[in-house]
């Protein structure tokens, strides 16, 4: 598998966590861990997918992901959408925003990689 | 019979007391009064005509004794000179003296000169036989020589009205005797002399004979006394006709004659007018009296009752205790006004009290909804603050178990092991534990679909078939034929939650080999789910407790994973809001249990609407 990621991630540990899981599967890791980072990295990584963290410091997930789906450069990264908020109607909310998918916190690796890997089909 | 009733009867029986009081005084002591002065001046005419005979009678003596006592006549008794008769004897004689018989008798009782004349014919007609029997026997009436005295008084003789006579002693002028003879002169008291008496007297007077007034009919009642012989006797005849008797003696002291008036009862008849204009003065008086007493009763008591009536009902229609009676003047009835406003007053306050007391509770509630929200904000925002370090637990317990970084020993796999499962039991208990603050915060709404009841009830047992299997128990799913193909309106994933929650329970305390069968059927109108089981069953003390949060069934049985002791819980709220009941039923430790839950058909709509409200808050 190949490709590179952009992870958006305030949580230290769990920015960790989805790197090693990324990297264990051979994925290409760049990292943002606020929302203004976030929109950054899209823009000059070019990233082939982003994981965006919903609750984050300053610029919000919500926001950040509109931001680069209003955005004619980046609007064609796939987000898939990753919540700790198992309030119903957030995987809505965050589908409406532009987000691809949603993967609530915690999340089973497999599931992760499943979702991953539907975006990025081997070459 | 209100008030104004009672009073006007009050005063008319007052007044009728009066009027027939006042009536039986004036009869009985007024007109006994009258009838005893009309009975004295009946009394009093009666002696006053007595007297008048008497008087009549008296004339006559003194005409008599002027003829008795003069010398003339005493030459003529003894010499008998007829020029006596000539002179004195005449026509006018008897005319002008009103006599209607002389009689002269000498010494030896031989009648010297007699003669009777009708005055009203003017001619002289026989001396009534009678008399000269009576003369003859009565020796009262022929004096003797040495006789001065006089004699006089009525003489009875048949056929003929009764005689006044008077007999006088015949003397000398000089009143010396001796005397040589006998003078007698007689008057016929007959209807014309009565009339003259009737006329002089104004009274209208009869003269009757002892013997015919007796024997009479209509004098029956009436009896003179023997003894005394002056007694009047007045009897009234009639209501218009008083009458009075008194018994009149002859010549010879016996009762000859009855002397009877009949008088108008003038004053008796006074006395009834009086008595008539008296009680109709006293009535009409009664009447604008009553009136009078009825108006001002009216005016001062009864309307201004009759107001304060209706002001109090009108309030106390109304409700509104902030109305006032208005009170005017210092009697009970502004009295009463005044206190009805003193307990309405008493009662505003009361209310305002209420009032007051009610929006504290409203306050109150508010405050326990807002401390309730901000206790649900505050789980909810714990259990997001939980599932992040969560994340990062989990997934690195995973990466270590796919072993990505090398194969790990026994010991490693199995902590490895361990720290995921209690990861896993510590997020149910996170999602539970936010699931019932959301419930009872009346924060979840649900969204209710049509599902069909087979359909919903087999996706929740496939859930949990595979565990099932796995710890090898028949599961097995009856469903009442004729549902098979009814649909229920529920929130699908709420319900499926009921059911897991309750599946997995069964699963759970049920040994290897056992069964658990899930039943569904309509049962008084609602559906009614059974999941049945032949497990280690709950004693009764625990099935009062088991549906309370955190409580969970001793399990002798070690190695079995922990429940959350939510689950119970859960489910009972969620069957309540879809407006359906829980209960288990066992029959004690080691017996099975079967856990059963309704869900109502037709109230689906409601039941939704029922929970947007809770949604809202409300």
Same mark, same amino acid.
């Given at each position: ?67 680069? =789906? ?17 309030? =119903? ?35 | 019979?209100?008030?104004?009733? @009672? ?69 003529? %008794? ?38 009777? /004349? ?69 008057? !016929? !008291? ?24 007796? $024997? ?72 604008? /009296? ?31 205790? $902030? ?42 509630v508010v405050e326990a909804q807002l401390a309730n929200q901000a206790k649900t904000e505050f789980l ?13 637990? %989990? ?42 603050a959301k419930?009872e915060a009346g924060k ?50 709420? /319900? ?25 059927? %309509? @049962? ?61 039923? $066992? ?7 079967? /856990? ?8 689906? @709509? ?11 808050g409300?």
């Open positions: 598998m190949s490709g590179l990621i952009l992870v958006v991630e305030d949580d230290e540990k769990t920015l960790k966590l989805l790197r090693d899981i990324l990297l264990a599967f051979s994925y290409k890791v760049i990292e943002a861990t606020d929302g203004k980072q976030a929109v950054k990295q899209a823009i000059e990584g070019k990233p082939d997918l982003i994981t965006m963290d919903m609750q984050l410091p300053g610029i919000s997930g919500i926001d950040a992901t509109r931001m680069i =789906k209003s955005n004619p450069g980046t609007r064609h990264i796939p987000i898939i959408a990753i919540t700790a908020d198992a309030m =119903k109607g957030q995987d809505r909310v965050v589908i409406e925003a532009g987000c691809d998918a949603h993967v609530s916190k915690p999340f089973d690796i497999d599931k992760l990689i499943e979702k991953i890997s539907s975006f990025l089909p081997d070459d | 019979m209100t008030i104004r009733s @009672k009073s006007i009867v009050a005063i008319v029986l007052t007044f009728t007391c009066i009027l027939v009081t006042l009536f039986m005084i004036c009869r009985f002591l007024l007109l006994n009064n009258l009838i005893a002065i009309e009975t004295q001046n009946t009394r009093q005419d009666v002696e006053r005509i007595e007297k008048t005979i008497g008087y009549i009678t008296t004339n006559l003596a003194h005409a008599t004794a002027d003829w008795a006592y003069w010398d003339d006549t005493y030459n003529f %008794i003894q010499n008998k000179d007829p020029s006596y008769i000539e002179t004195n004897l005449v026509e006018s004689t008897f005319t002008d003296l009103e006599l209607n018989l002389i009689l002269f008798i000498d010494k030896d009782g031989i009648a010297v000169y007699s003669k009777a /004349f009708d005055l009203d014919l003017k001619k002289e007609i026989q001396v009534p036989s009678e008399v000269w029997t009576q003369i003859s026997e009565g020796n009262t009436l022929i004096k003797s020589a040495s006789s001065t005295s006089e004699t006089s008084g009525f003489l009875l003789v048949d056929g003929f009205p009764p005689i006044l006579l008077v007999s006088l002693p015949i003397l000398t002028s000089d009143d010396t005797g001796p005397s040589q003879g006998t003078l007698i002169f007689g008057r !016929f !008291f007959d209807a014309k002399n009565l009339d003259q008496l009737s006329n002089i007297t104004s009274v209208s007077i009869s003269l009757t004979t002892y013997k015919d007034f007796t $024997s009479r009919n209509g004098y029956a009642s009436i009896n003179f006394s023997a003894k005394n012989e002056n007694e009047i006797i007045i009897k009234p005849i009639n209501d218009d006709t008083i009458t009075g008797y008194t018994v009149i003696h002859d010549v010879y002291k016996n009762a000859g004659l009855v002397l009877g008036i009949e008088l108008p009862r003038s004053i008796y008849h006074e006395g009834q007018k009086s008595i008539t204009y008296i009680l109709i003065s006293i009535s009409s008086v009664c009447v604008v /009296f009553g009136l009078i007493a009825v108006i001002e009763a009216e005016k001062q008591g009864l309307s201004r009752l009759k107001r304060l009536a209706n002001t109090v009902e009108r309030i106390a229609n109304s409700g509104k205790i $902030s109305g006032r009676i208005s009170t005017v003047g210092k009697d009970e009835i502004s009295s009463l006004g005044a206190n009805i406003n003193r307990m309405l007053a008493s009662m505003q306050r009361s209310e305002d009290a209420i009032s007051e007391r009610a929006e504290h509770l409203q306050v109150a909810s925002g714990v259990s997001h603050e939980l599932r992040t370090p969560l994340t990062a637990i %989990i997934g690195m317990a995973q990466l270590l178990q796919k072993k990505y970084y090398g194969v790990l020993n026994e010991k490693q796999s199995e902590y490895v092991q361990d720290i995921l499962e209690s990861s896993s039991h510590l997020l149910s208990l996170i999602n539970d534990v936010l699931d019932l419930i979840t709404k649900l969204e209710m679909d049509q599902y069909s009841i087979r359909e919903l009830i087999g996706s929740s047992v496939l859930i949990v078939k595979e565990n099932a299997v796995k710890k090898g128990l028949h599961l097995t799913v009856e469903i009442a034929e004729e549902i098979l193909n009814q649909n229920v309106v529920v929130d699908k994933r709420r /319900f499926r939650q009921i059911m897991i929650n309750l599946m997995s329970n069964s699963i759970k305390f049920t040994e290897p080999g056992g069964k658990v069968v899930v039943t569904a059927a %309509i @049962k008084r109108g609602v559906l009614e789910v059974g999941i049945a089981d032949t497990g280690i069953g709950i004693s009764p003390e625990e099935q009062e407790k088991i549906f309370d949060a955190f409580y969970q069934v001793y399990s002798g049985t070690t190695g079995k994973s922990p429940g959350t002791g939510l689950g119970l819980s859960l489910a009972k709220r969620l069957v309540e809001q879809h407006d359906g009941k829980i209960w288990v039923e $066992s029959e004690g430790i080691g017996k099975g249990s079967c /856990f059963s839950f309704t869900i109502s058909l037709n109230l689906a @709509k409601q039941v939704s609407e029922g929970s947007e409200k809770k949604a809202l409300e």
